[in-house]
């Protein structure tokens, strides 16, 4: 393409081809020859043009904003009429849409209405989600259709399994903590042998079931909500819709057995191992004979106790899986969506775990 100097007149010429290969390096010189000119009008001549397509078009369309603002108008003319029809389609279609008035400011019960209106709908969405998933894993008891076969083995595979190590190694190191911090409050009072009473309470009521659920949380619940959230983006969701599998049924009722079956475990074996824990330090640090350690700790403890940690653990399952599935479907957004889904999925499994530990709470030893 090419572009001659304005002449006296105020007419610039523009011939040759306007294509994709030609108008984006012209742009440089365009600029520069209506920078250099001295009228305040130009008629810019398309006559000579013999090839246009919708990249020229576009470029033709947006040449007078190339102009400085001394140069009031810049007109084009003497469009071939073998182009002029295609040139006046890609224009009308590449138009900019009219401005539209803003919205005024909502005002402050605007704004607290709208904001209680969403908190409302999210709750209810989380709600939903619970008695459906909760009604299709019992179901799925007697009805494995629409259910992957192997799953179950898998996910329960991916929260038991492979949660052993970590959950050991936590709850041996937790059980010696709590044994030195009991022991330097009941030393004062000469009564280290009720150390060992603290301990077997303490953790198989409280700090068995929730460290294993906090644990499994940071896991295998951050693990649901950005497989799920990641199956959303990539739109498998859908691709199951369109396979008439329910995507709820086939992705996340293994999920909830899984952990079902695998965190009241995990929490036993924590219960165990916290125990050995807190037995090794006792025997190393109180000089308490470990005959005398396992016989308070056999004796302070209830079936109660054990039942109450088994029944939270339990709870504990259930309110993670239903977390974790709600905030992978709540994914908005690409990579970084992934990530917001997996830490809300971990932040509210949390929180979940501490409310319902204060319920478990209240209901069973509230006096």
Request: charged share 15%; net charge positive; with cysteine.
């Amino acid at each position: 393409m090419e572009l001659t100097p304005v002449d006296a007149t105020g007419r610039l010429r523009v011939s040759g081809v306007c294509t994709v290969a030609t108008a984006p390096a012209s742009t440089v010189r365009a600029r520069r020859l209506l920078r250099d000119s001295g009228h305040t009008q130009i008629v810019v001549d398309l006559s000579g043009l013999t090839q246009l397509d919708t990249v020229g078009a576009v470029w033709l369309r947006r040449l007078p904003t190339l102009a400085p603002p001394r140069i009031r108008d810049v007109s084009l003319v003497d469009l071939p009429a073998s182009l002029s029809a295609f040139a006046s389609t890609v224009q009308g279609a590449t138009a900019a849409p009219p401005r539209v008035a803003a919205d005024p400011d909502p005002g402050f019960l605007d704004r607290i209405g709208e904001r209680a209106y969403a908190d409302v709908s999210a709750i209810m969405s989380f709600l939903y989600l619970a008695s459906d998933l909760t009604w299709a894993s019992v179901v799925a008891l007697v009805r494995r259709r629409g259910i992957r076969p192997g799953a179950f083995i898998e996910q329960a595979t991916l929260v038991g399994a492979d949660g052993v190590a970590i959950v050991a190694v936590i709850m041996f190191l937790i059980g010696g903590v709590s044994t030195l911090q009991a022991a330097a409050q009941l030393r004062q009072f000469g009564a280290n042998v009720l150390v060992a009473d603290l301990l077997a309470i303490g953790i198989t009521r409280e700090l068995g079931p929730l460290m294993a659920a906090i644990m499994v949380a940071g896991r295998s619940g951050s693990s649901f909500a950005a497989e799920i959230s990641t199956m959303k983006f990539t739109e498998e969701l859908d691709a199951l819709r369109t396979m008439a599998l329910n995507p709820l049924h086939f992705v996340a009722v293994p999920k909830m057995w899984a952990m079902l079956l695998t965190v009241p475990m995990l929490t036993v074996m924590a219960n165990f191992i916290g125990l050995a824990g807190g037995t090794a330090t006792g025997v190393l640090s109180l000089d308490i004979s470990p005959a005398t350690f396992i016989n308070r700790v056999q004796n302070a403890l209830l079936l109660k106790d054990v039942i109450t940690g088994l029944v939270k653990s339990f709870s504990f399952a259930w309110i993670i899986t239903i977390v974790s599935v709600h905030r992978g479907l709540q994914f908005r957004g690409g990579a970084a969506g992934v990530g917001r889904a997996t830490t809300a999925a971990v932040v509210s499994a949390i929180f979940s775990i501490i409310v319902l530990d204060l319920v478990w709470g209240l209901l069973f030893y509230l006096r």
